[in-house]
């Protein structure tokens, strides 16, 4: 009888074992197969990736990350759930695997790839140089003529909790100190009209969304702060849960972007079919000569 039990000691504990591999019961794409859909985290205050529209009376999230997300789901068979968050808390719920998939304009980041494991780039090839702002209140827009003036005002400067903006804010600051951490750029915004920080990093795109909202407020000019001008962050990708468990998934993102890079016979790829699609739908105008510069990550 002991003898028995032991044996059957030895085979849960094997069927186990199995069950943790890469291609056992906690593989990633096969649980979303089995489940019937897959979870996105987003964080949607950032057009045209991610943001809300109002459709029948009810928040909607959209953008070009969506539809990239959507063609996922679509390529595996399954129904896209949308998990919102914080920005910040989207990397968290990958990583602890609360949601399948992230997608919100993630730039590559050795200390991101650490804890989650990224697909492939899928930036959109504007041809053009994509920019990171700073925005200040309109009436202290002429005491700032260089980033050197901003470091050298020891003003607070707010940043998005966990964002490459944060990274940058800290070239412009005296003190690390000086950086306030706040969850999204809405709030950033709200801080900086009433007075509560001096100045935010934020994309050209976020500016001119915000601008709409915040009228005592403005983005400074491209020339002298654009805050990335060598393009550092110009890799963006999907991340999922870091590990073997994660691998297949992984492979059919990066087959979605690989097809989504194809042009078709009017010289189009999904990734700028998406793109236009989301500007359509974002709900405030931005000037024409920027329409070709959206193209930002956080």
Known sequence: MKKLVKLLMVACMTAALVGCSSGGETDRLEQIKKQGYITLGTSPDYAPNEFYIEENGKKKVVGSDIDMAQAIADKIGVELRIQESDFNTVIANVQAGNVDMGISGFAWKSERAEVVDFSDNYSRDTGETSWQGLMVRKEDAEKFKTKEDVKNAKIKIGAQTGSIQYDMALAVVANKSDIVAVADTTSCAGLLST????????????????????????????????????????????????????????????????????????GLDNLTKWYENAVKLMPFEIPEDQINQLETAE
């Open 195 to 266: 007075g509560d920080i001096d100045a935010f990093v934020c994309t050209s795109t976020q500016a001119y969304a915000l601008m709409e909202t915040f009228n005592n407020i403005t983005i400074l000019p491209e020339k002298e702060f654009n805050m990335d001008p060598d393009e550092f962050y110009d890799r963006t990708g999907v991340i999922v849960a870091k590990g073997d468990s994660s691998k297949a998934l992984l492979e059919v993102i990066n087959e979605v972007i690989e097809e989504a890079k194809v042009k078709d016979e009017n």
